[in-house]
């Protein structure tokens, strides 16, 4: 009888407490849905046109169709994976023959200064008018060169692009 | 006497050079000023919150299971952080990335909370965890000037800069982890010398 009366007042505040923050944070979750959508959303669309300028975009399943005066120009999609440390998320436009219009990288967390390079415009023009077999690096029979310091990261984010633009290339075949 | 509880975080028991805690987040985040000050407000809502709470309900919490309890709170309160941060100031967000959800394992906060506000008084407590995160904000943004001017070059502040040149050739490696741990190393070794030369005299 002791015991249970002692696990009682142990369990009772700790459960007090579970309960409050769990409705704390049920309600600052309700506060920041919308926004943290919006902010996602925009990001997202920040990046489609950057891939495609002046195109809109039909979403299909898990890319879009970029239009350009109602004619289908080529597909966007999000390329996602595992960099040197955390995820690479980038965007990724490709026409119709399978070329690279342009890269946009969304968001990484490589090491700063030197994988953070990845996102930068030297790096990611690269890829543009490259088709995908030869996006792969020059050490790997590509064409894309790393950044000095930064293979890891470089060759992460290549083979993200590629084996996403190859999956997308199947489907809409 | 009280306004001693708000000073003593910020020089005598600087959390950063007294106590030594918190050195993962600030090994990490101190690469560019803005991120150490975005870094401390996040640290400095989460400990001041937690502080009050905890000494708010001090007598109600069984030793047994303090520590359960501590950490609810302090998880709670960085979840809020990251949510906000999330939806209010995205680019902040996305740059400290996981370091916000990693202030829950800071130590200066379930230290403080452990040693501090599980005993005392809320208005004390309060005090303590405002000292406490100006000591923190202190000793990053500190580390976090060196780093940023050594390996950029120059220091922009939220889009000020505020040293537009220093040097054409930035050293790579004050960006990476020795880097963090020469200039934590360099700053601690000139405030020892300074405390032995004091008592000494």
Known sequence: MESVKRIVRISIPLILICIVSGA??????????GRIEEVEERKINGSLSIVFPGASFNKMDDYYSAMINGEEM????????????????????????????RIHVISQLETPGLGTQIAEPDFTNQFSGKRIEDIRLRRDGGLIDSITGATISSRAITEIVRTRAEEVMNETR | MKLDELTKGVFKYNPIFYLMLGLCPLLA????????LGMSLGVLFVLVGSNVIISLFRQWIPPEVRIPCFIVVIASFVTIVDLFMHGYVPELHERLGIYIPLIVVNCIILGRVEAFASKKPVSHSLLDGIG?????????????????????????????????????????????????????????ALINYKNIRKERK
């Open chain 1, 74 to 101: 080529g597909y966007a999609f999000v390329a996602e994976g595992s960099g040197y440390s955390g995820t690479i998320k980038t965007m990724v436009g490709m026409y119709q023959n399978g070329t690279i219009s």
């Open chain 1, 24 to 33: 704390t944070l049920t309600v600052s979750n309700d506060m920041t849905k």
């Open chain 2, 132 to 188: 406490m995160s100006i000591g923190f904000m202190l000793g990053i943004v500190a580390i976090a000037s060196v780093r940023e001017v050594l390996s950029t070059g120059a220091m922009t502040i939220f889009g000020y800069a505020i040293i537009p040149i220093f040097t054409e050739t930035p050293a790579t490696v004050m960006l990476l982890p020795p880097g963090a741990f020469l200039t934590i190393a360099i700053i601690m």
């Open chain 2, 29 to 36: 985040v101190s690469t560019r000023v803005d991120n150490a």
